[in-house]
């Protein structure tokens, strides 16, 4: 999609291993949000943002941290990960009052 | 706090015919409601939007919905379905006044088949 970016597309990695996925955008929107797509949930908040340095938590963000040091960049790490955080991960952008724009998507794996 | 339901886990039509997916919500407030479409293996497109104005609202691909705040509904429809309408469709809500993070509430999702 236009103006927003995930990497990576594709990942597998083992039980207790971190993980950091990341969300590039070059709108310069300052919303991100990071959500997990799993069949039967929907898409869920697991963090966002509303600035440099300024995040919060969403609906699932136990096991899961963001970081955001700039404008571009929204980073989520999962510290140790587990086979329930197997999952595909969205990352959106958004201006006040806007709806969203998502990135493509990452195919997380935990085995 | 703010919610959406969908509560059709499926949709099926026939090509050709009228499609209705629904969507029902709850805000404190006034709401901005969205709908959009995921195809496999893609992220999220955007297909219309209500915030204020007339309660029938057009998007992309020949897609309406219409805002009955009654009802507190944004059913979304298409006059005449296609094959290539085929997707995951979701609802989504935000609260004007309350939500500071600018944050929207997703449906669970309604899957749309529609066959030849």
């Known amino acids: 999609d236009a103006g927003i970016t995930q990497s990576p597309r594709h990942k597998v990695t083992e039980t207790g291993t971190p993980v950091t996925l990341r969300c590039h955008q070059t709108?310069?929107?300052?919303?991100m949000y990071w959500y997990r797509q799993d069949p039967g949930h929907g898409l869920r908040l697991i963090h966002y943002?509303?600035?440099?340095?300024?995040?919060d938590k969403g609906e699932v963000s136990d096991g899961y941290s963001v970081s955001r040091s700039k404008t571009e960049d929204f980073l989520l790490t999962l510290e140790s990960a587990t086979s329930s955080q197997t999952s595909v991960y969205f990352c959106?952008?958004?201006?006040?009052?806007?709806?969203?724009?998502f990135g493509s998507g990452t195919r997380l794996t935990v085995v | 706090a703010q919610s959406v339901a969908q509560p059709e886990d499926q949709v099926n039509v026939a090509e050709g015919n009228p499609l209705t997916v629904k969507c029902t919500y709850s805000?404190?407030?006034?709401?901005?409601l969205f709908w959009y479409v995921q195809y496999p293996n893609r992220g999220l497109q955007f297909l219309l939007k209500?915030?204020?104005?007339?309660?029938l609202v057009k998007g992309s691909y020949g897609f309406e919905a219409e805002f009955n705040k009654s009802q507190t509904s944004f059913h979304l429809k298409k006059p005449s379905a296609l094959v290539s309408d085929s997707a995951l469709y979701f609802c989504?809500?935000?609260?004007?006044?309350?939500?500071?993070?600018?944050?929207?509430?997703f449906g669970g999702g309604t899957r749309l088949m529609v066959k030849p």
């Open positions: 805000v404190s407030g006034n709401p901005y």
């Open positions: 209500y915030i204020t104005g007339d309660n």
């Open positions: 959106a952008i958004s201006e006040s009052g806007g709806g969203y724009t």
């Open positions: 989504a809500v935000r609260d004007w006044g309350l939500n500071a993070g600018n944050m929207l509430t």
């Open positions: 709108e310069n929107h300052r919303y």
């Open positions: 943002s509303y600035g440099v340095k300024d995040t």
